[in-house]
T-cell receptor, first 116, second 114 residues
Framework: EAEVAQSPRYKITEKSQAVAFWCDPISGHATLYWYRQILGQGPELLVQFQDESVVDDSQLPKDRFSAERLKGVDSTLKIQPAELGDSAMYLC??????????????FGPGTRLTVL | QKEVEQDPGPLSVPEGAIVSLNCTYSNSAFQYFMWYRQYSRKGPELLMYTYSSGNKEDGRFTAQVDKSSKYISLFIRDSQPSDSATYLCAMSVSMNSGYSTLTFGKGTMLLVSP
């Protein structure tokens, strides 16, 4: 069964350091999402890609966060510099197409970030 | 007030009980309604998806949507210890761009004891 892959699964870093997370969506899925999930909360969208283009990054803290999906397949989310409040689970999800229809998103296992 | 409200629990029930999980929402533009299950330290997995008001059944799970009351429910019959997880409701609406976005509730933690 096809799955969304993410790495690393866990990351511990000190504040002010740079961190990067990688996501490989299900093959053929044009739409890719990055979410942040704080403990005890639901996932919140950070950025949405359609192929290699950003569709929605209105909730992405652009002063420290960046995301790219250069070839429209896998994606990288970067935080520089990391702050204590960035400690959370970072989830990647993908779906066949972002337009209309059912919004059936498939999630990866997530990267749990701890900032010390 | 958040767009989607969900009681975080925890909700503790004995094995075999019927479980009722609920969410309310304020945005009448939401079109699709989903329930995700999330085990500890894992990503969410889709359980149920519904579009219209009414009931949808899948095995031991029944999803119910009442658009007039802006209220959705997930019922689990004959609950099992393996059902112990956090259940997230999620709703989507299409933006002007044609793309849709998901809004999640906080999740309800369910504990089913043997």
């Amino acid at each position: 069964e096809a799955e969304v892959a993410q790495s690393p699964r866990y990351k511990i870093t000190e504040k002010s350091q740079a961190v990067a997370f990688w996501c490989d969506p299900i093959s053929g899925h044009a739409t890719l999402y990055w979410y942040r999930q704080i403990l005890g909360q639901g996932p919140e969208l950070l950025v949405q890609f359609q192929d290699e283009s950003v569709v929605d990054d209105s909730q992405l803290p652009k002063d420290r966060f960046s995301a790219e999906r250069l070839k429209g397949v896998d994606s990288t989310l970067k935080i520089q510099p990391a702050e204590l409040g960035d400690s959370a689970m970072y989830l990647c999800a993908s779906r066949t197409s972002g337009r209309g229809g059912t919004d059936t998103q498939y999630f990866g296992p997530g990267t749990r970030l701890t900032v010390l | 007030q958040k767009e989607v409200e969900q009681d975080p629990g925890p909700l503790s029930v004995p094995e075999g009980a019927i479980v009722s999980l609920n969410c309310t929402y304020s945005n009448s533009a939401f079109q699709y309604f989903m329930w995700y299950r999330q085990y500890s330290r894992k990503g969410p997995e889709l359980l149920m998806y519904t579009y219209s008001s009414g009931n949808k059944e899948d095995g031991r799970f029944t999803a119910q949507v009442d658009k007039s009351s802006k209220y959705i429910s997930l019922f689990i019959r004959d609950s099992q210890p393996s059902d112990s997880a956090t259940y997230l409701c999620a709703m989507s609406v299409s933006m002007n761009s044609g793309y849709s976005t998901l809004t999640f509730g906080k999740g309800t933690m369910l504990l089913v004891s043997p």
